[in-house]
């Protein structure tokens, strides 16, 4: 049975507050691991090289023993980020960036100590405001944990009936009461405790809330204290001991249970699942010398496993495959599966430059026995364009054109909230509007209503998008490539970004060498972005503005401002027809005119609701794909386009002709579009 999960926010009380978070800023001065360790040498400072951070003794209190250089790796308990300079005392819960470290040891270089008190940083930017908030999570948490009940206190039928609703019943009652697991009855959930430091105190929870649908599924609804961005959770990380040299990563908490009851292996539960590893989390996984990921059983999982693995360090980690026999652990227990045999017969991360065909036969075999997941994460509000691409895809291109004035930035911050609402981690990169107004338009297409007319119901939207996994660049006006793409790379660190949406392409030709030719610049910028999708995992939504061209006329790829670089890059091309002397229903359409998936490429027509800026709203009357006309070119990039253009007809084309006319006018479908073609298929 297919388990859905989805996550919410647990009613705290809190009041609204801007989230630093939501803003990437590019890295001012970008450090590298070279620099970290030139420091460190020059204040004489000792460190082991780790896996994703350098290994240093903390210098946040009064250290109990001196310890040399090269001494005891398990006594340095300091941990600094290769990639960003982030550290964090594993002793004292002290974290921050790497130029907070600079600070704290150039003071106790100038005043000649060798320890700082953690208060300096434990208060550092803490406003009052910041504080409240903590507070008032901290009681929630301790409210609902001490009205919870342990599993073993209730009555075995009431623990038997939990068990069959959160698909648990091999899970013995020893298992549930190792790693804490307790009940809250007011909302049916269970709970999973968050407990860290030196004291093992409680830091937050999860309520795991479990709801059957008609077709069968059990769908889970998460709820974290503190909220998800704040909630650093690898749960059963105090069951792990100091000496245990191999872990077992799990998307579950009842998958990490399965797995440790099963095989005795120390295992962990990443507190986001397949969706974001946090660096902050990298230190607590610096001691294991061999890393599985068994993150479920579908292909997004599998994605995410061998982005996790690029963080944690190739060479350690091995991925255990979904499959028919291999699903996720919780079914596999149920199912019976030696869980030990398939954690064993996991396949390495790391991966030489040049494979056979025996390497590439289970991916092959993955990809054509995952079709409907190999397609993509499907649209919710635009089931045509599902149709014609079938899904948003990691590590592709797509160039999306339409007139001045059309709506692209109204259609594309909708086409990427119906994403982002399915849990694909956003970047946007707005230079031609300020992210104030780009945020006002996608709360409204979120809320699908006029906030300013019900500013009552203001903050509880807010609440919901706030919860988004969104994040906005702070640039507007012309920008530098290499800045934006420091910044893209910083965020796809950070936040495990797999969708970048950069609007628009001109605003980045203007900060380039002003004495080389334009139209090269921008062959060269739309390179940089290729190789960044394919090199990142990640899917790039690139905005670039038509040529002028006439009114009456509808835009062509070839309409495209430059070479045919960007459509010859692009993996999808999308366009934003507009017809600018029809005022009636029906004048704005889409036009896929590339598709490297399958394809498949077709126009359906768009209604602009200005109440709540969407362009998903229905049609009046039944929707149909209707065939592009491609005229005759001799250019060769025109002709590659129209033959696949031509080739996909017959998919695209309904069971029968309809001789009434099409909601878009002008579209001529009658018989004589039929002339040569025969019957349409469906």
């Not at 049916?188 to 030196?198: C, E, H, N, Y």
């Not at 640039?475 to 609007?503: C, E, P, R, W």
């Not at 934003?576 to 077709?602: H, I, M, Y």
């Amino acid at each position: 049975m297919r388990r859905v999960f989805y996550r919410c926010e647990a009613n705290t009380g809190r009041t609204l507050k801007k989230d630093a978070k939501s803003s990437v800023d590019a890295p001012a001065h970008p450090v590298t691991v070279t620099d970290i360790k030139q420091y460190l040498r020059s204040k004489g400072v000792p460190f082991h090289d780790g896996y994703s951070c350098l290994h240093a003794p903390s210098i946040f209190g009064k250290p109990t023993s001196d310890v040399p250089e090269g001494g005891v790796k398990e006594s340095y308990s300091l941990f600094i980020d290769k990639t960003t300079g982030q550290f964090l005392c594993k002793e004292t819960l002290v974290e921050g960036s790497w130029e907070d470290l600079q600070d704290c040891l150039e003071v106790m270089h100038k005043e000649g100590q060798t320890w700082i008190s953690p208060d300096i940083l434990l208060s550092y930017s803490e406003t009052l405001e910041d504080q409240e908030e903590q507070e008032r999570e901290l009681k929630e948490v301790h409210r609902i944990w001490s009205s919870s009940v342990p599993l073993l206190d209730l009555l075995e039928e009431e623990v038997q009936l939990i068990k069959t609703m959160f698909q648990m019943n091999k899970l013995t009652n020893a298992t549930l009461k190792k790693f804490g697991v307790r009940f809250f009855k007011p909302t049916k959930s269970l709970v999973f405790p968050w407990f860290s430091g030196r004291d093992s105190s409680l830091r937050g929870i999860k309520l795991l809330s479990a709801a059957s649908k008609e077709n069968g599924r059990v769908v889970y609804t998460e709820a974290t204290v503190p909220k998800s961005s704040n909630y650093h959770n690898l749960f059963g990380l105090p069951l792990v001991g100091r000496k245990d040299s191999e872990v077992v990563l799990t998307g579950s908490e009842i998958d990490s249970m399965a797995v440790s009851q099963a095989t005795g292996l120390p295992t962990l539960a990443l507190p986001r699942g397949v969706s974001c590893l946090p660096p902050v989390l990298l230190p607590y996984l610096e001691q294991f010398k061999k890393v599985t990921l068994w993150l479920g059983e579908d292909m997004r999982s599998w994605e995410a496993s061998k982005i996790f693995s690029r963080k944690l360090g190739l060479k350690r980690c091995s991925l255990v495959r979904p499959g028919e026999f291999q699903p996720c652990p919780s079914e596999a227990l149920v199912h019976g599966r030696n869980l030990a045999r398939i954690v064993k017969a996991s396949i390495p991360a790391a991966h030489k430059s040049i494979v056979s065909f025996k390497q590439l036969r289970e991916d092959v075999y993955g990809e054509l026995a995952n079709v409907e997941h190999v397609a993509g994460i499907k649209w919710a509000r635009f089931p045509e364009l599902n149709r014609l691409l079938k899904g948003h895809r990691n590590g592709e291109l797509t160039v999306f054109t339409g007139p001045t004035g059309s709506g692209k930035t109204t259609f594309i911050s909708e086409y990427a909230l119906d994403l982002c609402m399915q849990g694909v981690n956003t970047l946007w990169g707005s230079f031609e509007i300020k992210n104030v107004r780009l945020a006002k338009i996608m709360l409204t297409q979120f809320a699908m209503q006029r906030l300013e007319e019900n500013l009552e119901q203001y903050d509880s939207w807010a609440d919901k998008f706030e919860e988004l996994p969104l994040y906005f660049m702070t640039f507007h006006g012309q920008q530098n490539v290499k800045t934006v793409l420091d910044t893209m790379q910083h965020a796809v660190y950070l936040y495990d970004i797999s969708h970048v949406i950069i609007d628009n392409l001109q605003f980045m030709m203007g900060q380039e060498n002003l004495s080389v030719d334009k139209f090269a610049v921008q062959d060269h910028i739309i390179g940089t972005f290729r190789k960044f999708a394919t090199s990142n995992s990640c899917h790039v939504t690139l905005i670039i503005h038509p040529r002028k061209e006439e009114d009456d006329k509808e835009l062509q790829t070839a309409s495209i401002f430059g070479t045919a670089k960007a459509s010859q890059e692009a993996d999808n091309v999308l366009i934003l027809q507009e017809k600018k002397l029809v005022t009636c229903p029906g004048r704005r359409s889409l036009q896929v005119a590339k598709n490297r998936f399958d394809g498949d490429v077709g126009i359906f027509p768009l209604e602009f609701n200005k109440t709540t800026l969407t362009f998903s709203s229905p049609v009046k009357g039944k929707q149909k794909l209707r065939k592009v006309k491609v005229e005759k070119t001799e250019n060769p990039e025109q002709t590659e386009e129209a033959e696949s253009k031509e080739k996909a007809e017959k998919i695209l084309k309904p069971a029968k002709a309809p001789k009434a006319p099409r909601s878009v006018k002008g579209a001529s479908v009658g018989k004589s579009e039929e002339n040569g073609e025969g019957k349409r298929q469906q």
